[in-house]
């Protein structure tokens, strides 16, 4: 069993900065593509950033120039560093991993996801 735990989420006003963790936990052996993605009421989950296991990274056009995801594998971890935040960018924000567990089985994994609010 695995599973994602995100953290960081809250309340700051336009322009501001935030920074997401999002640990894995349990019975892996390894992890693949991790990546967030968010949802704002009424409106689609769309993908935000992503990151292979090797450090390539892409980002939504929205964010661009703004966002930056990272990870440290030792420490089963990815981060979103979001500067300049908008309006726009309020939404719940879920983490998701591609994982292989100790039984070799390949697990897409979801976070239960963090609230982002950017408001003044």
């Known amino acids: 069993q695995v599973q994602l735990v995100e953290s960081g989420g809250g309340l700051v006003q336009p322009g501001g900065s935030l920074r997401l963790s999002c640990a894995a936990s349990?019975?892996?052996?390894?992890?693949?593509?991790m990546g967030w993605y968010r949802q704002a009421p009424g409106k689609q989950r769309e993908l935000v950033a992503f990151?292979?296991?090797?450090?390539?990274?892409n980002y939504a056009d929205s964010v661009k120039g703004r966002f930056t995801i990272s990870r440290d594998n030792a420490k089963n971890t990815c981060y979103l560093q979001m500067n300049n935040l908008k309006p726009e960018d309020t939404a719940v924000y879920l983490c998701?991993?591609?994982?292989?567990?100790?039984?070799?089985?390949?697990?897409?994994?979801w976070g239960q996801g963090t609230q982002v609010t950017v408001s003044s």
């Open positions: 998701n991993a591609d994982i292989r567990d100790i039984r070799m089985t390949l697990i897409v994994a």
């Open positions: 349990g019975s892996i052996r390894g992890i693949y593509d």
């Open positions: 990151i292979t296991s090797g450090g390539s990274t």
